[in-house]
Nanobody
Framework: VQLQASGGGLVQAGGSLRLSCAAS????????IGWFRQAPGKEREFVAA????????TYADSVKRRFTISRDNRKNTVSLQMNSLKPEDTAVYYC?????????????????WGQGTLVTVSS
């Protein structure tokens, strides 16, 4: 599967952005999808994940109640709605896929990665 992330940009603190991850190739519904982010000088970290059917979601504590992950298997897309953004959310955001029913938090559990999209939150 090939993944393409988009939707990043510059936003003020308290604002919102919606990231999208578009997939092509093998059946999209065969994959659980995760979003990760990497800030300058830091390791890549888990943000959110959604199961194959979209019925189970997982979030990092730092984004709970602010971010929402969802998917549309008919359109082969996964979205990450980000609200109440903070400067510490600034990072390159990546979507990734794993061939299991549910998502997972470790970077190493994902087999396919898209290119990142930059999110910058100004104070």
């Amino acid at each position: 599967v090939q993944l393409q992330a988009s939707g990043g940009g510059l936003v003020q603190a308290g604002g919102s952005l919606r990231l999208s991850c578009a997939a092509s190739g093998r059946a999209f519904s065969d994959y659980a999808i995760g979003w990760f982010r990497q800030a300058p000088g830091k390791e890549r970290e888990f943000v959110a994940a959604v199961s194959r059917a979209g019925t189970r979601t997982t979030y990092a504590d730092s984004v709970k109640r602010r971010f929402t992950i969802s998917r549309d298997n008919r359109k082969n897309t996964v979205s990450l709605q980000m609200n109440s953004l903070k400067p510490e959310d600034t990072a390159v955001y990546y979507c990734a896929a794993r061939t299991t029913v549910t998502g997972a938090t470790p970077v190493s559990e994902y087999h396919y990665w898209g290119q990142g999209t930059l999110v910058t939150v100004s104070s």
